[in-house]
């Protein structure tokens, strides 16, 4: 978790450093870091948070190949195509199949925090 909140802070400040942060980001991921912040200072909830980054974030090895092979060159190859492919199956199976169920137990367990129901509200949105 303090890897991933690590990384959260260096894309955010990385993106505004190169020009990319947009509106949508700079939502994002405060409200990532806030997901991990929550759970490790109260040292409770991390198996939400886990599981659910795990989830979302299965999409991105083949996300980031589509970037590679355009930046190659290699946009009409049938490697270009299975990235693509990979990449929008897992998005929907990650992002819409496997976390929904995992939000809906993060708002009904009531050890959870209001700050990480906050959270995962707003990621889910």
């Given at each position: 978790?303090?890897?991933?909140?690590?990384?959260?802070?260096?894309?955010m400040?990385?993106?505004q450093?190169?020009?990319?942060?947009?509106?949508?980001m700079?939502?994002?991921?405060?409200?990532?870091?806030?997901?991990?912040?929550?759970?490790?200072?109260?040292?409770?909830?991390?198996?939400?948070?886990?599981?659910?980054?795990?989830l979302?974030?299965?999409?991105?090895?083949?996300?980031?190949?589509?970037?590679?092979?355009?930046?190659?060159?290699?946009?009409?190859?049938?490697?270009?195509?299975?990235?693509?492919?990979?990449?929008?199956?897992?998005?929907?199976?990650?992002?819409?199949?496997?976390?929904?169920?995992?939000?809906?137990?993060?708002?009904?367990?009531?050890?959870?925090s209001?700050?990480?129901?906050?959270?995962?509200?707003?990621?889910?949105?």
């Amino acid at each position: 978790m303090i890897f991933s909140l690590s990384y959260f802070a260096y894309d955010m400040i990385s993106m505004q450093l190169d020009g990319l942060l947009d509106s949508t980001m700079l939502l994002h991921h405060p409200l990532s870091m806030l997901g991990f912040i929550v759970p490790l200072y109260q040292n409770v909830q991390g198996n939400y948070i886990m599981l659910a980054v795990w989830l979302t974030e299965i999409s991105n090895p083949p996300m980031h190949m589509r970037h590679i092979f355009r930046s190659m060159g290699k946009r009409y190859t049938m490697a270009y195509e299975i990235s693509e492919i990979l990449y929008i199956t897992l998005y929907i199976y990650g992002r819409t199949i496997c976390v929904l169920p995992i939000g809906y137990l993060t708002f009904i367990c009531p050890e959870n925090s209001v700050l990480i129901k906050i959270s995962c509200a707003a990621l889910t949105l």
